[in-house]
């Protein structure tokens, strides 16, 4: 080879390596003015801003306006965009500028989430510094697939005797929990989140267009609970602007959901989607989006099936993680037929109903035991409480028609006076006060002591103490077989022969020490 071909073998090697350099350098500089592409406001409304000039704009994408203020691009016309404002926007005026970040909506997840309380946007509300998580998730995700999951197999305890018992929840469930204002629908919840302490279950509670005052309370009697310490709180109150309302579900959704993706168990609250509705509706007016039904936007229904939709537990190749929901909706004069109410029961896996009749009577909670309905959880449900509960919904459903029927003064035989005074102890069994869940076999204990006719003979006043002795009895006699209710094994018929003589002993000892004291008096 001459020099003069080695020459021109180094030449080309040269500028070879400088035109991969220039490439390089261009390919990045266009990446770059991507970054930088510009619009410009056009008109601004009620949280809600009218963009031109960003042809290349995806939907979902957050656009960066001046003094950090970012929205969510949600119309996508040809000649304007749409979008969300996703802060305090007084600042903001026509002419304005703005740019797309060429990044989705997303949300801060992971372990440092838990014990924070944080806006939907994951800015910290709790004056403890910046969120520290490392992984940031979109707000919305595709629900999974069917065939990646299982069914509903492992119950999820609330705490509350009536639920637990008659309306059984399983993890992966989707429970909608309605009723008029208040009724005790977030005192349901918060319960719930509260007895899930050394549980291995992770609560994310969504507040969604609540009171400063009321989500302040709520987190304060977390915190006193030691709750917050498995518990993510996502706050958007009745203050916040519009879009923060409407993303707040679908941002404490992904929270959940990475928790979940990790092989954990994992309940989310919504508190409550009747405002997401609202925060939607006023969205859609103000952006002038076409309505799907005559009277109300047909994608309500949307907004609400692809958020509860993600709600399931996964198969075991996908690490058996599981995600339950409890949508709150709030009804009008109780009117359970309404719009949204229809919606979200038509969507959900059944629905605990809160009367304000049973309230007002100081019937707490409120249930009202025959229009509500678990579809799935009986699936789920302790085999110990088809021995103790099996027979009683039906039973209590029978004895609230015949105690209505009796109001009127009707002469009843003596099988149907027993009847009625077995159901009002039921009903006082059944009874219970917030922050004051109780545990699996103390709930078996009381079930079958009423059940088996035990306390037909206790006045209606001193059911609660007799029930307070049973539960100690419980804990202190019957360990042995309260861990083996806990490991979900069956109560045999000499177990429960067992329990009911143990229990029979207690209210025996109970009425005898009564009849001392009277006559002491």
Same mark, same amino acid.
């Given at each position: 080879?001459?020099?003069?071909?080695?020459?021109?073998?180094? /030449?080309?090697?040269?500028?070879?390596?400088?035109?991969?350099?220039?490439?390089?350098?261009?390919?990045?500089?266009?990446?770059?003015?991507? /970054?930088?592409?510009?619009?410009?406001?056009?008109?601004?409304?009620?949280?809600?801003?009218?963009?031109?000039?960003?042809?290349?704009? %995806?939907?979902?994408?957050?656009?960066?306006?001046?003094?950090?203020?970012?929205?969510?691009?949600?119309?996508?016309?040809?000649?304007?965009?749409?979008?969300?404002?996703?802060?305090?926007?007084?600042?903001?005026?026509?002419?304005?500028?703005? $740019? $797309? !970040?060429?990044?989705?909506?997303?949300?801060?997840?992971?372990?440092?989430?838990?014990?924070?309380?944080?806006?939907?946007?994951?800015?910290?509300?709790?004056?403890?510094?910046?969120?520290?998580?490392?992984?940031?998730?979109?707000?919305?995700?595709?629900?999974?697939?069917?065939?990646?999951?299982?069914?509903?197999?492992?119950?999820?305890?609330?705490?509350?005797?009536? #639920?637990?018992?008659?309306?059984?929840?399983?993890?992966?469930?989707?429970?909608?929990?309605?009723?008029?204002?208040?009724?005790? +629908? !977030?005192?349901?919840?918060?319960?719930?989140? #509260?007895?899930?302490?050394?549980?291995?279950?992770?609560?994310?509670?969504?507040?969604?267009?609540?009171?400063?005052?009321?989500?302040?309370?709520?987190?304060?009697?977390?915190?006193?609970? %030691?709750?917050?310490?498995?518990?993510?709180?996502?706050?958007?109150?009745?203050?916040?602007?519009?879009?923060?309302?409407?993303?707040?579900?679908?941002?404490?959704?992904?929270?959940?959901?990475?928790?979940?993706?990790?092989?954990?168990?994992?309940?989310?609250?919504?508190?409550?989607?009747? +405002?997401?509705?609202?925060?939607?509706?006023?969205?859609?007016?103000?952006?002038?989006?076409?309505?799907?039904?005559?009277?109300?936007?047909?994608?309500?229904?949307?907004?609400?099936?692809?958020?509860?939709?993600?709600?399931?537990?996964?198969?075991?190749?996908?690490?058996?993680?599981?995600?339950?929901?409890?949508?709150?909706?709030?009804?009008?004069?109780?009117?359970?037929?309404?719009?949204?109410?229809?919606?979200?029961?038509?969507?959900?896996?059944?629905? #605990?109903?809160?009367?304000?009749?049973?309230? %007002? $009577?100081?019937?707490?909670?409120? #249930?009202?035991?025959?229009?509500?309905?678990?579809?799935?959880?009986?699936?789920?449900?302790?085999?110990?409480?088809?021995?103790?509960?099996?027979?009683?919904?039906?039973?209590?459903? %029978?004895?609230?028609?015949?105690?209505?029927?009796?109001?009127?003064?009707?002469?009843?035989? +003596?099988?149907?006076?027993?009847?009625?005074?077995?159901?009002?102890?039921?009903?006082?069994?059944?009874?219970?006060?917030?922050?004051?869940?109780?545990?699996?076999?103390?709930?078996?204990?009381?079930?079958?002591?009423?059940?088996?006719?035990?306390?037909?003979?206790?006045?209606?006043?001193?059911?609660?103490?007799?029930? $307070?002795?049973?539960?100690?009895?419980?804990?202190?006699?019957?360990?042995?077989?309260?861990?083996?209710?806990?490991?979900?094994?069956?109560?045999?018929?000499?177990?429960?022969?067992?329990?009911?003589?143990?229990?029979?002993?207690?209210?025996?000892?109970?009425?005898?020490?009564?009849?001392?004291?009277?006559?002491?008096?």
């Amino acid at each position: 080879m001459t020099q003069t071909q080695e020459q021109t073998i180094n /030449l080309t090697a040269i500028l070879d390596r400088a035109f991969s350099h220039v490439e390089r350098v261009a390919r990045d500089h266009r990446a770059e003015l991507a /970054l930088e592409e510009m619009g410009t406001v056009s008109r601004v409304g009620d949280g809600v801003a009218i963009v031109r000039g960003l042809q290349h704009a %995806q939907s979902e994408e957050l656009l960066a306006f001046p003094e950090g203020l970012v929205g969510m691009a949600f119309n996508l016309d040809e000649e304007e965009i749409g979008t969300i404002l996703l802060g305090n926007y007084e600042h903001l005026a026509a002419g304005a500028s703005v $740019r $797309r !970040t060429q990044r989705v909506t997303d949300v801060p997840v992971g372990e440092k989430m838990l014990g924070r309380v944080i806006d939907p946007t994951g800015k910290p509300l709790d004056g403890r510094g910046p969120v520290e998580a490392r992984d940031r998730r979109p707000i919305e995700r595709e629900a999974p697939n069917i065939m990646d999951r299982a069914p509903v197999a492992t119950p999820l305890q609330t705490g509350i005797k009536s #639920i637990d018992a008659l309306l059984p929840i399983g993890r992966g469930q989707r429970e909608l929990i309605v009723g008029d204002r208040q009724t005790g +629908k !977030t005192a349901i919840a918060l319960d719930t989140i #509260i007895n899930q302490h050394d549980k291995n279950v992770i609560c994310v509670y969504c507040a969604i267009g609540q009171e400063k005052a009321s989500v302040a309370r709520l987190i304060a009697d977390l915190r006193e609970y %030691q709750a917050m310490d498995y518990c993510v709180v996502v706050v958007a109150t009745g203050e916040s602007v519009p879009g923060l309302q409407y993303i707040a579900p679908y941002a404490a959704t992904s929270i959940a959901e990475a928790f979940m993706d990790d092989g954990r168990d994992v309940l989310i609250i919504y508190d409550d989607l009747t +405002k997401h509705a609202r925060a939607y509706r006023e969205l859609s007016l103000l952006l002038r989006r076409p309505p799907g039904r005559e009277a109300y936007p047909g994608d309500i229904f949307y907004i609400h099936s692809r958020l509860l939709e993600r709600s399931t537990h996964l198969r075991e190749s996908l690490g058996s993680g599981s995600l339950t929901a409890l949508p709150i909706v709030e009804t009008q004069a109780q009117n359970i037929s309404a719009y949204i109410p229809t919606n979200l029961i038509s969507i959900t896996d059944g629905q #605990i109903y809160l009367s304000p009749t049973l309230f %007002q $009577r100081g019937v707490l909670p409120a #249930i009202d035991i025959g229009r509500s309905v678990s579809r799935v959880g009986g699936k789920a449900q302790l085999p110990a409480y088809r021995a103790a509960a099996g027979d009683l919904r039906l039973s209590y459903s %029978q004895f609230e028609e015949l105690e209505a029927f009796a109001r009127f003064g009707t002469r009843l035989d +003596k099988e149907t006076r027993r009847t009625i005074e077995r159901g009002r102890r039921v009903r006082e069994i059944l009874k219970q006060n917030q922050y004051q869940p109780v545990p699996v076999p103390q709930q078996i204990a009381a079930m079958i002591a009423v059940s088996e006719g035990l306390l037909d003979e206790v006045p209606l006043d001193e059911i609660g103490k007799v029930e $307070r002795r049973i539960q100690q009895v419980m804990v202190e006699r019957m360990g042995d077989m309260a861990d083996r209710i806990l490991r979900g094994e069956k109560l045999s018929e000499e177990d429960q022969a067992e329990l009911v003589d143990v229990l029979s002993h207690v209210v025996d000892e109970y009425q005898h020490h009564q009849e001392a004291g009277d006559a002491n008096a």
